[in-house]
């Protein structure tokens, strides 16, 4: 099982299974929404996961896009999509341990900024943004 939250506790899930789609995403929107250069996100069952504590607050950050932060400290936990409603991505660093679950690809290389040099060795792909 998988467990983790936000920075101050407030708010804890567990998601149950195998995880996916382990990526960092370069996307201009991920950026924005959290303040870095890119986020690295995995996949889970919608049916496998569940906030076992606390109330995330929600933002439509698209028409498609649905995000959930935690309303105190602010951590960004999760990402819903409209095309997949049987998904639900989660912030690998939101985990109680990250390291469990490396990224195995960068996406979004196209809003890459030029200031960050990737020497991870993982490859890349361009992909329509994932809200859009």
Known sequence: MLTGGCY?????????????????????????????????WFTVPRTAFQFTQGTPTQFKSTEQGLRCFCPDCGTQLSFQHVDTPDEIDLTICS?????????????????????ISLADGLAGTSEANSEE
């Not at 789609?21 to 890119?38: D, E, K």
């Not at 341990?97 to 195995?104: D, K, V």
């Open 95 to 115: 985990l109680d341990n990250p390291e469990s679950l490396p990224p195995e690809k960068h996406i979004h290389m196209e809003s890459k900024l030029s200031w």
């Open 8 to 40: 101050c506790g407030l708010v804890r899930y567990q998601a149950e299974g195998s995880a996916s789609h382990l990526v960092n995403c370069h996307c201009s929107i991920c950026r924005r929404t959290s303040g870095a250069p890119f986020v690295s």
